[in-house]
């Protein structure tokens, strides 16, 4: 569950990104934020990884307050979340395996467990068999689904992405809007920021629409 | 814990890895960091070879009690008595007045001795002392000069004292120097570390993003480091070894133009041990700083 509570995010010069933010997402539900460049959505999904920390209010992960969270327990509240960033974030000079495996090397995890999770996660996105290439010869949309495997290769209970069909050609944003829709279908709790929500239309997501830091509708 | 050593041992690997797909720079690393290690560790082997040297050339220091000509029996019998119970000598020699004469005529000088009406030598006592330390001489002569009966006590210890104060110059140099490189050298780690934080502050950006911790994007590093400092080290030891090779035989010949035997020995098992040691811990320390100041800003 993720509960946001009047939560304002201010950057030094005084831009307010967020101007009192509330809502909550349950458990297993998918909801889609959308607006406006600047409306505040990347800094929404910052809160909720500490990436950023609010300037007032509180985010609830789990019932964990991750605003007063010690700068060393944050690693662990980003191992139980899967996080999809713009910009795939991949390391090119690793095979996708590599990538993908990347969570399970940070946790500890036995190299022969983490090589079957990560056959099974790239299986998950529709990349089997090309854990060997390198992120730069795949195209933009299959360089995203290796990020969007990294990030369920831990099984999180809740995935985040940040514009994950932002420079995808339609046929691709939507094959990654059925994905996640299959994540969700599977139990995991989806929030998933895109400027286009007309993409996750047809699977009846929650929406959450922010304008100018203020959230406009938190219904489907 | 096992975990624990998988992490450290993925560590280890990932630094080897770094090291190895870098060949001509770890070389050139290795060269710096052995090359400026080995000038104190040739210093300080310079410094135990010329003690042990010194040592057998000069043989052990003595210390020579002459009693008095008029010293009687029983001053003699509790100087030696003295001399017997005493913990700070390593022993003594009696040379009683007839044998130092039967020395003397063995020496060639029997037709001069010949002309005296009696024997003029005094009974005397050769002391060694346990130790080489010139106070525990100053303080043996010290008290021997205050026993009844004896009239001259003999201290050569002026080499002593002057050997003493050049090794301790030696080391003390050598000290200096060790820690004027080791600073260089943690310098030199500290600046290698930098650069790979920089080439790698993708990578460890994302790593914190998936949920690693500072210790687990720290490790590489300090492997790195401490690999970087044991290579140089290796380099140290070999500098070392082949100059020992190489003066060797010239040494051993000076030597023997001195009538002595000698041959130069190169670091043993425990010296060897240390110069990796040091040279790893100099590593280490270079790259702990440098990651520290370096990785110290949080990701946003």
Redesign the interface.
């Known amino acids: 569950m993720i509960v946001f509570n009047e939560v304002v995010k201010q950057y030094p010069g005084g831009y307010t990104a967020l101007a009192g933010v509330s809502f909550e997402i349950r458990h297993g539900e998918l909801a889609v934020l959308s607006g406006h460049s600047g409306a505040g959505k990347s800094t929404l999904l910052k809160l909720i990884?500490a990436?950023?920390r609010p300037t007032s209010g509180s985010v609830s992960i789990n019932g964990q307050n991750v605003s007063a969270l010690r700068?060393?327990a944050i690693?662990?509240?980003?191992?139980n979340l899967g996080?999809v960033?713009q910009e795939h974030?991949?390391?090119y000079d690793r095979s996708v395996d590599d990538n993908v495996m990347?969570?399970l090397?940070?946790?500890?995890h036995?190299p022969r467990d983490a090589a079957k999770r990560v056959a099974a996660a790239l299986e998950r996105v529709g990349l089997s068999g090309r854990g060997r290439e390198m992120p730069a010869g795949l195209s933009g949309g299959e360089q995203q689904r290796v990020a969007i495997a990294?990030a369920i290769v831990?099984r999180p209970s809740i995935l985040i992405a940040d514009e994950p069909t932002a420079h995808l050609d339609v046929a691709y944003a939507n094959e990654i809007a059925s994905l996640f829709k299959s994540f969700n279908a599977a139990g995991v709790t989806v929030l998933v920021s895109t400027h286009d929500e007309r993409l996750f239309a047809q699977h009846s997501p929650r929406r959450l629409v922010l304008h100018k830091g203020l959230l406009q509708g938190a219904g489907a | 814990m096992s975990n624990w050593f998988y992490l450290h041992g993925r560590a280890f690997m990932q630094a080897l890895r770094r090291l190895a797909s870098q060949p001509l720079g770890t070389l050139l690393s290795a060269l710096v960091v052995g090359i400026a290690l080995s000038l104190p560790a040739a210093g300080y082997l310079l410094i135990d070879n010329v003690a042990s040297l010194a040592r057998g050339v000069s043989g052990t220091p003595e210390i020579s009690v002459f009693m008095s000509q008029d010293a009687s029996a029983e001053d003699i019998a509790a100087a030696e008595k003295r001399l017997r119970g005493d913990a700070q000598l390593a022993g003594y020699r009696h040379v009683t007045k007839d044998e130092a004469l039967r020395q003397l005529e063995k020496g060639g000088l029997g037709d001069v001795l010949g002309g005296l009406t009696a024997n003029p030598l005094p009974d005397a006592f050769i002391v060694t002392p346990r130790g080489e330390d010139p106070a525990l001489y100053d303080s043996l002569h010290a008290r021997f000069a205050a026993w009844p009966g004896v009239a001259h006590v003999q201290l050569d210890s002026a080499w002593v004292k002057r050997l003493h104060a050049l090794l301790g110059l030696g080391r003390s140099a050598v000290l200096l120097l060790a820690g004027l490189l080791g600073f260089a050298l943690v310098i030199v780690t500290f600046n290698t570390i930098r650069l790979q934080i920089l080439t790698q502050r993708h990578e460890i950006d994302v790593s914190r993003l998936l949920g690693a911790t500072d210790p687990f994007i720290r490790r590489p590093f300090y492997w790195f480091g401490s690999l970087q400092g044991l290579l140089g080290g290796c380099v140290a030891l070999a500098t070392v070894w082949a100059t020992v090779h190489a003066l060797g035989g010239p040494v051993a010949s000076l030597a023997e133009t001195y009538g002595a035997v000698f041959a130069l020995t190169g670091p043993g098992p425990h010296e060897s041990a240390a110069i990796l040691g040091f040279a790893a811990f100099l590593g280490w320390l270079g790259s702990a700083i440098s990651v520290r100041r370096h990785l110290a800003e949080r990701l946003t």
Do not use: F, K, S
């Open positions: 990884a990436i950023e700068p060393r690693p662990y509240l980003r191992r996080l960033l974030r991949l390391l990347l969570p090397v940070i946790t500890g036995p990294r831990n």
